[in-house]
């Protein structure tokens, strides 16, 4: 099966999640997020600001401004046709992008990828061997190249398929944080 049929599956399918479950869902992924060890001692943490039917990060950037003052807080920025890398320090540092989703400011300081500690992406799609599927921009197959980071996907159970396609360029996650857990990928 082909990329976009497949994200188009996907897709269709959290469209009909039921709101309580979603809610729910969100809920247990923040908690088994917070609880990863790769988590707790990062101090430079990419996040993204979530979009439509992802995995909600809202409640998650909240609780980082709230409890996480010695990690920094990095979202992304679309410049052109790449992801520039900002730390943000609250929810004032945001505006509504084009697409529909928060990004930092232009004035938010720069932060390099090399300087991440842990990598947190969004994906319509994962499977067990850690491949993700994007929504088709490419933006994060830009980016994640260059992070040498651990790379954290956040996914619903049914975002988790038994094969994606890839190709040479496609930069793979090392676990996805779901409501059952974290899947550690074989990335063979």
Known sequence: ????????????????????????????IEKNLIELLEFKKAKTILFYASFASEVSTYSLLRRFWHLHNKQRLILPRVMNDNLILQQ??????????????????????????????????????FDKKGNRLGRGK???????PEISASKIGLAFSCQIVKSLPTQAHDVKVDKVVTEEGVEIMNNE
């Open 88 to 125: 943000v320090e609250n929810f004032e540092n945001l505006k509504m992008s084009n697409w529909g989703i928060l990004e930092p400011l232009p004035n938010c300081l720069k932060i390099l990828p090399k300087e991440i500690d842990l990598a947190i992406v969004p994906g319509v799609a």
């Open 138 to 144: 490419g933006f994060y197959d830009r980016l994640l």
């Open 1 to 28: 099966m082909n990329k976009s049929i497949l994200r188009r599956k996907v897709l269709q399918v959290l469209a009909t999640l039921p709101l309580h479950q979603r809610v729910s869902a969100n809920v247990q």
